[in-house]
């Protein structure tokens, strides 16, 4: 991007950050004119779906625009985008062709059918998980309740309808979803869609694909549900005549576990089509699964509320609030077990997907993280209320709190509409670390580095730390800021950190006086992570040195400029095991510690039990990650920029395992060189032409039968300050 070249290019190749449809992806390449002039074949490639190209002619002396436009493949959002270069002349800026700004939502009724969505499967699978758990193991705990029984059976009956409602508004709500898909690729809303176009996304895109599963599971959820109720009861139950009734919970018939079971599968392709299944290839699959788990455990504990708020007044009025209240302390103290484990779950499972899709906390400061901090503000008062509701007011509840029961639990209901209304924004925007990296967010206008070698202080300054053409200025002090007298040359080398591109020391030219050295038009063409050194040639004196590491950032390519890390990644999610088995772990001793609380008694093995095992998985993962590394691959990268003082820690360890051969000054003459068959080499002609993996590899496996390996006797970071010492010592390049 922005580059200015001498020869044109035969094809324009991009790297999006996930996968992307062929059958809805472009890509183009204007004139200045806004004529076309690829070769009109751009496809994406067969072994890399994120990566898609265009072939082009015998290109002109020109400025050329190239504009993208695709469908991701995950979550079926579109991006359109541009950039330019220059072939033969200077880039001109008025020559861009600039496509659509990105929208914000791909639609405005995106967000809500997600809500919608969300809240649909929350009221039928929450609320049979809340019998099937919660009721059932209650009103059948004593068999003398049959009053229980049939005050039961009506709010399941009451629930019921509200269930099928639901299911039928979550249908609904995934055939605006696919009409919505079909209007974005045919550029306009349709209720009749262009079934070419409908077939076209529903069989040959990745996310149409996800659509049709999720829409047959729900089909087949709603037909079991159906089954369910038909099942559950020999009559219609009604107010009038339910203490006459016959029947069950809809919770207890044997299609509810199908019901329930269908909609784990639709949570789970949900999490495939998530945001969370466009993090990196490496981390993907722990990101899913982390995502499916938060669904679940934010279904449960939601449909259970909801399913409460509505049955309470049922109890009520069937049972009084004596008779109530009894059933209440049974009930709520076990649904408030499964409360707390879903809450700690919620939290612990939305901090892990948070860090995958900010990253950075500047990335708040985007919309993404503006419903993402909305979402938790949301939460204090969500838990404070159920915390309420479960272990104080359900206790007093024959006193004087059945009407504040009914509210709080009212309240409660509504928060968790709220909450589902941010997840639903959240699935629909862009997610932040995305939206900051394109645009610029938290991207400062320069890179400044600060550092002192002996008595030379150094100000450096890289500007605009951008893609293109980049300024840079070095002023040189000594101690007390008076001006450094004997500096014959200042050189700075701009390394690429991920590759060797064979970057040399180059020259800065005075100014003022000698304060101040500066480098203009230094060009970085690829964005990423650079290493920028700076070395101070000194007449009468040892030369000084510094280095560090900074950033490029580009606006105008696709691909992620902040990405979460691959190590953090499974640190966390390690520590996201630990966390959960301990809490549930925690739970199941409720008995012993908190038997003022909790009715339990004694230790509940059904939950020990799995605790114990999540808790033994997380700390294996912990494990992996800092010592075992199983299934990591070898990243060898150097971790040090070579510092005067990463420098010195290498020289002594160079005079003693090195100079013995390779002589003080690397001329291959040291005193052991003499009855050696093969001459050690000279590092001064050597040295620059290996990048730094390389020279760590030579020195930690050697080199055939002329150079031990010193991997056993050296550490990782002995090694990589000694590659730093040979960098300083012999690579004047």
């Known amino acids: 991007p922005n580059s200015e070249l001498e020869v044109a290019p035969d094809r324009v190749i991009i790297w999006f950050s996930e996968s992307i449809e062929d059958s809805f992806s472009e890509l183009t390449v204007l004139n200045a004119a806004a004529e076309r002039v690829d070769l009109n074949d751009s496809s994406i490639d067969s072994s890399e779906p994120s990566v898609m190209s265009v072939s082009l002619p015998p290109l002109e002396n020109g400025t050329y625009t190239v504009v993208w436009k695709n469908l991701s493949s995950i979550d079926g959002h579109k991006v359109v985008g541009s950039f330019v270069f220059a072939v033969g002349e200077s880039l ?73 409602a639901s299911m039928i508004v979550l249908i609904l709500a995934l ?45 087949g959820m709603g037909m079991m549900f159906y089954a369910s109720i038909r099942m559950s009861r020999s009559d219609d139950i009604d107010e009038e005549n339910q203490d006459k009734s016959a029947g ?62 509505f049955s309470v007044p049922i109890f009520i009025k069937h049972l009084g609030k004596e008779g109530a209240s009894k059933l209440f302390e049974k009930a709520i103290d076990k649904f408030t ?41 949301l939460l204090i008062p969500l838990f ?112 690429f950190v991920d590759d060797d591109l064979g970057e040399q020391l180059v020259s800065l030219e005075e100014d003022e006086g000698g304060r101040v050295w500066r480098l203009k038009g230094a060009r970085l063409d690829i964005a990423g992570e650079y290493q920028a050194e700076v070395v101070v040639l000194r007449s009468d004196s040892f030369d000084a040195r510094t280095a560090f590491r900074f950033t490029v950032f580009s606006s105008d390519i696709a691909a992620d400029t902040i990405e979460p890390d691959t190590n953090t990644a499974n640190l966390l999610f390690g520590l996201q095991l630990l966390i959960i088995g301990g809490l549930v772990a925690a739970v199941a001793f409720r008995g012993i510690f908190t ?94 032409l290996h990048s730094d993996t390389i020279l760590y590899e030579f020195i930690r496996d050697g080199i055939g039968v002329g150079m031990p390996a010193q991997g056993d006797l050296l550490s990782e970071d002995e090694m990589w300050h000694l590659v730093n010492y040979l960098r300083a010592k012999f690579d004047n390049r």
């Open 175 to 219: 055939l605006g979803q696919i009409l919505q898909a079909v209007s974005l690729i045919s550029g306009s809303f349709s209720l009749i869609p262009d079934f070419g176009i409908l077939k076209s996304v529903v069989l040959e895109s990745g996310w149409g694909r996800f659509w049709m599963y999720r829409a047959i599971v729900a089909i």
């Open 337 to 377: 077990v499964l409360g707390v484990i879903s809450a700690g779950i919620l939290v612990i499972t939305g901090l892990f997907s948070s860090y995958m899709q900010v990253t950075n906390p500047v990335a708040l400061a985007t919309p993404y993280g503006w419903f993402l901090v909305a979402k938790l503000v």
């Open 384 to 495: 404070t209320i159920a915390g309420f509701n479960g272990f104080k007011l359900v206790r007093r509840f024959s006193s004087d709190g059945q009407r504040l029961l009914g509210r709080s639990l009212v309240a409660e209901s509504l928060i968790v509409l709220l909450v589902f209304i941010t997840v639903g924004w959240l699935a629909s925007l862009e997610p932040a670390r995305q939206y900051a990296g394109r645009m610029g967010i938290g991207v400062s206008d320069a890179v400044v580095h600060t550092d002192r070698d002996t008595d030379t202080h150094f100000d450096v300054t890289i500007h605009p730390a951008e893609v293109g053409e980049n300024d840079v200025t070095v002023q040189l002090s000594e101690p007390g800021g008076t001006l450094v007298q004997n500096a014959v040359d200042v050189r700075v080398r701009l390394k």
């Open 248 to 309: 069950s919970l809809v919770g207890d018939s044997p299609a509810t576990q199908v019901v329930i079971f269908l909609g784990l599968v639709f949570l789970g392709l949900t999490a495939m089509s998530g945001h969370n299944a466009a993090s990196p290839v490496e981390i993907r699959t722990l990101a899913i699964a982390t995502d499916f788990v938060h669904l679940v455990a934010a279904i449960v504990w939601s449909g259970g509320v909801i399913y409460l708020t």
């Open 595 to 688: 038997s003022s609380v909790f009715s339990y008694a004694g230790v509940q093995w059904s939950l020990l039990t799995p605790g114990s095992i999540v808790v033994a998985l997380g700390l294996f993962m912990l494990l992996n990650v800092q010592v075992l590394r199983i299934g990591f691959p070898e990243n060898l990268r150097n971790p040090f920029p070579p510092t005067s003082e990463s420098v010195a820690i290498g020289e002594p360890i160079y005079v003693g395992v090195c100079a013995s051969c390779h002589g003080d000054n690397g001329l291959g003459d040291g005193p052991v060189s003499v009855g050696l068959e093969n001459k050690p080499s000279d590092l001064s002609v050597h040295v620059p």
């Open 92 to 164: 001109s800026a008025h020559a861009q062709i600039y496509p659509d700004e990105q929208p914000l939502l791909q639609t405005v009724v995106d967000p809500w059918l997600r809500w919608l969505i969300f809240i649909s499967v929350a009221l039928v699978v929450g609320g049979l998980t809340f019998e099937m758990l919660i009721g059932i193991p209650t009103i059948y705990s004593d068999p003398v309740k049959q009053r229980w029984v049939s005050a039961a059976i009506v709010a399941s009956t009451f629930w019921s309808r509200i269930a099928v």
